[in-house]
């Protein structure tokens, strides 16, 4: 299989213009003849949904929450990076582009994140157009902050919300389309597999959570924007619903998975308290900007740390990385916790975690001044773990976070599959092997509003669509593929709950596939997970009916596809032996601990097709090829 | 410490409910209110019985499908704090609680402590929006907004749309939600050509709903998890005047 990125060519600050003047439009009169199917409601699949219905094509758009407001693109906090130099420090669109291939450790194709750069200035325009209310200065203008691997400060913020904000403004623009007529809703229903007909991605099964009813829905293409895998690792500051389902059938049809094993780490989450832990909470990484990393110098001191003398505490981001400090990439500030800890200096009960202390910014700046930028922070921490910040330092470890790694996809956003496209986290593009902080946000709303739309036309003015219904032998084969798996899940009557399986799978993923991995793990955890999946089918213990809602049955179909998207995560792990962004082999590493990258050997995507359980997937590599930022070792310091 | 739970447990919307008890010997303090639920569903999966529903998702107090009533207080004793942030700490040894689904006619019982919330998507959809399609914003520092009204919008835009203020209020009235909504949009220079035709259409739909009308109980406000406040339903209650003497003007002027 040849992967044709259809990347375009020559100077990079035109290629997207160039390249959409060169796509095919349709007439306006034509869009309402076309069907479009969004799976997934967060930014990039509510503002897709939204746009393609606002351009006139017939969308219909499916999430699994009871509404398209919860998708989990509500909890980012920190903020959304834009090019727009407002601050006069330097910030440009070449600047975002450069710093956002560079964080990604060179994993990334070139002509995909300088098109990001260019949008994200359209991006916050759009939104504050939507009511956004983003932080103001007194002036009335925009204000900015600063965030971990950037110089400038270009990330727009709206109080520790951020995300909220922006998934409202995509939320209400699709309820308005809703209302409108142009989009049909499907709330509380699952996709649960992709209908390929005559090479075509044409449709979908899905099943309604609260009947359980299995209906297929017929289009002429097919969105998913159905988020990341973070929870194959069980404990993550995913919400518990988000899965891997929608992307992970859709592989199993045929589109490909790339990059599985880029995972990124956040560092500023808050430590976990005990067994009973079902998921972690990230404080936003923002955070950072006015807190300062430290822990004991000693290895051993129980003191507490009001109690613990400046000359006795190392500031390690600050010691190692005197040019960026504390506001190192996420990868590096993730790692350099976990060292500290290993080497015995963590702080608190379990020992895993490091400080996070706001006493020197409170001295400068006041009180009021740090209750302003992170009041609702504050308060979580404070609610989570019954400690005041504002007196004692925080405690943070890092934790699972976001996924870089998804279903290959073209410059066009469509993946091998004709007709499948996939945006925001539940595709690979854009972030390489390591996300900076913002941008999470910068990509879901570039795809969905801004690219998607775009390109999506090409597509269908470019192919002939025979009419298809519901009766197709496609869709009956996937129809009753799915209702076999119901039935299985459900006939199983083991001795073991949906979530000791999914926890067993989290624990070998964070101990062998997590932070920091190295062969002979990867192999262990190889050998351990077909073992797990085998028993988890012999022995899992699902109650119930499937004709009612039945949210064991739900988690079990997801864990089911966690169990086998685990495995491609640990091989991908293995076969790329070097270390890049978020993605470390222990085995490679520079004198100096950090991340050895072998370019001539790895500097390409991944991208992994299925072969059915059991056999080894077949392995695609997408060369990338860097005209602009030169390969170089990252350096923070 | 010990916890004793009663919770309302009902198969679907059409059959009766009723209270079940559940005693819980070992809940550790760290735990979250949803934690303690975790743990008795594994018990009960492990005896055989069926799982109590629940509605959850970010478990971070922001996507706001989470939420019951727990000894007659949306989110329980906590304030502004939902359910999932509520920690069992805050609860003593010894302690019974009651849980019981969000109870408004708009808001029908799916299955145990699950209620169907799509009223409120139904209300925002009628209006709760600015019309701006996209690729057809000016740039983001053409239009200037005084700092405190990008405060007050943002207080107001916190909301999470988990439904406490409906389950709370004597009336079951949307108020608090439509109002968050409207002062959100309305406080900034870009919601002010919609703003009648917003509240207008936004209280008609929540009149279709079924949704109760305000008699200022205040329960909404002392309930809400995210700290919006009832001043905005008076900012509702003016746009709504407004907007019908300026509907009525206009109709008039012919």
């Not at chain 1, 420090?89 to 964080?103: E, N």
């Not at chain 1, 992170?374 to 989570?384: A, C, K, P, S, T």
């Not at chain 2, 239009?143 to 007050?152: D, M, Q, S, T």
Request: charged share 25%; hydrophobic share 35%.
């Amino acid at each position: 299989m040849e992967l044709n990125s259809k990347s375009p060519t020559g100077p990079i600050e035109t290629r997207w213009e160039r390249h959409r003047f060169n796509l095919k439009l349709v007439n306006p009169a034509n869009k309402r003849k076309y069907t479009i199917l969004v799976v997934g409601t967060g930014l990039a699949g509510g503002s897709a949904a939204a746009t393609l219905a606002e351009l006139g094509y017939n969308v219909k758009c499916f999430c699994f929450q009871d509404s398209p407001r919860r998708a989990h693109s509500i909890a980012a906090q920190g903020g959304i990076n834009a090019a727009k130099n407002y601050h006069n420090d330097g910030d440009s669109v070449y600047r975002l582009f450069y710093d956002t291939v560079k964080g990604g450790d060179f994993r990334s194709r070139e002509s995909n994140v300088h098109r990001l750069a260019q949008i994200s200035l359209n991006i916050i325009d759009q939104c504050v157009a939507q009511g956004v209310p983003f932080a103001r200065e007194y002036s009335g203008y925009l204000d900015n902050r600063s965030f971990g691997g950037a110089q400038v400060s270009r990330t727009f913020y709206a109080r520790g919300q951020t995300g909220q904000q922006l998934l409202l403004g995509a939320y209400q623009a699709l309820e308005r389309q809703i209302g409108a007529g142009q989009v049909q809703m499907f709330p509380r229903t699952e996709m649960l597999d992709l209908v390929v007909i005559d090479g075509k991605a044409r449709g979908i099964v899905t099943r309604n959570l609260l009947t359980g009813k299995i209906e297929s829905h017929l289009g002429d293409a097919v969105v998913l924007g159905t988020g990341g895998y973070g929870n194959v690792f069980y404990l993550s500051t995913n919400a518990k619903g988000s899965n891997a389902t929608a992307i992970w059938r859709a592989h199993r049809r045929g589109a490909l998975f790339a990059n599985p094993c880029f995972t990124q780490i956040h560092p500023t989450c808050i430590p976990v308290s005990g067994d009973y832990q079902s998921k972690l909470t990230l404080m936003s990484e923002s955070l950072r900007n006015d807190g300062r990393v430290w822990v004991p110098l000693q290895t051993g001191d129980n003191r507490p740390p009001n109690k613990i003398p400046e000359a006795e505490r190392d500031y390690f981001l600050e010691r190692k990385y005197p040019s960026f400090g504390n506001l190192v990439p996420r990868d590096v500030a993730s790692r350099n916790a976990k060292q500290v800890c290993d080497d015995g200096r963590g702080v608190g009960e379990t020992g895993l975690a490091v400080y996070l202390d706001f006493r020197d910014a409170i001295q400068r700046l006041g009180k009021h001044v740090i209750k302003e930028r992170y009041g609702n922070l504050f308060d979580m921490y404070e609610r989570i773990t019954g400690e005041d910040p504002y007196n004692a330092p925080m405690r943070i470890f890092p934790a699972i976070h976001y996924t870089m790694g998804g279903l290959w996809v073209d410059y066009n956003l469509m993946s091998n599959l004709p007709g499948l496209y996939v945006i925001g986290e539940a595709n690979f593009s854009d972030h390489g092997a390591n996300r900076l902080g913002a941008s999470a946000l910068m990509q879901g709303l570039a795809d969905g509003y801004f690219v998607l739309p775009n390109t999506i036309g090409d597509y269908l003015a470019s192919n002939k669509f025979d009419r298809v219904d519901t009766s197709h032998a496609a869709v009956r084969d996937a129809e009753s593929q799915v209702a076999g798996i119901t039935r299985k899940l459900l006939a199983a009557k083991g001795t073991r709950s949906v979530d000791s399986y999914h926890r067993e799978l989290g624990k070998i993923m964070w101990e062998y596939c997590g932070m920091a991995r190295n062969a002979e793990g990867l192999k262990y955890a190889l050998s351990k997970i077909p073992d797990l999946r085998e028993q988890f089918w012999r022995d899992v213990k699902v109650l119930g009916t499937d004709e009612e809602l039945n949210q064991s049955l739900e988690k079990a179909g997801r864990v089911a596809d966690f169990l086998e998207l685990a495995e491609l995560t640990c091989l991908d792990a293995l076969d790329r032996n070097e270390s890049c962004g978020g993605h470390f082999r222990e085995e490679y590493q520079t004198p100096e601990g950090e991340a050895a990258r072998d370019d001539e050997r790895y500097s390409y995507a991944a991208a992994w097709e299925f072969r059915g359980i059991g056999n080894a997937p077949v392995l695609h590599k997408e060369p990338l090829t860097f005209e602009y930022v030169h390969p170089a070792q990252r350096s923070y310091k | 410490m010990r916890i004793t739970l009663h919770i309302w447990r009902q198969r679907n919307a059409s059959e009766k409910g009723r209270m079940v008890r559940y005693d819980l010997p070992d809940v550790s303090e760290h735990m979250s209110f949803l934690e303690m639920l975790d743990v008795l569903n594994e018990d009960l999966i492990a005896k055989g019985e069926d799982p109590v529903a629940f509605d959850h998702d970010c478990r971070e107090g922001i996507c706001g499908m989470c939420g019951c009533m727990v000894n007659g207080v949306a989110h329980g004793p906590l304030p502004e704090t939902t359910l999932c942030q509520l920690h069992m700490r805050h609860f003593k040894d010894g302690d019974v609680l009651y849980l019981e689904p969000w109870r408004a006619k708009a808001f029908p019982v799916v299955k145990d402590l699950v209620v169907d919330r799509s009223a409120f998507d139904r209300i925002i959809a009628a209006g709760g929006f600015i019309s701006v399609s996209t690729g057809s914003a000016p740039d983001g520092n053409a239009v200037l907004v005084p700092k405190e009204n990008a405060e007050r919008s943002m207080d107001a835009a916190a909301c999470i749309g988990c439904g406490a203020c409906v389950a709370m209020c004597p009336n079951a009235s949307a108020s608090l939600f439509m109002a968050a909504k409207i002062a959100h949009l309305g406080l900034l220079p870009q919601g002010q050509p919609e703003r009648h035709q917003r509240v207008t259409a936004m209280v008609a739909q929540a009149q279709r709903e079924v949704f109760g009308s305000c008699t200022n109980a205040g329960e909404c406000e002392a309930v809400c998890p995210k700290g919006i406040k009832l001043e905005n339903i008076a900012l509702m209650n003016r746009d709504f005047l407004s907007a019908n003497w300026v509907g009525r003007a206009t109709v008039e002027a012919g």
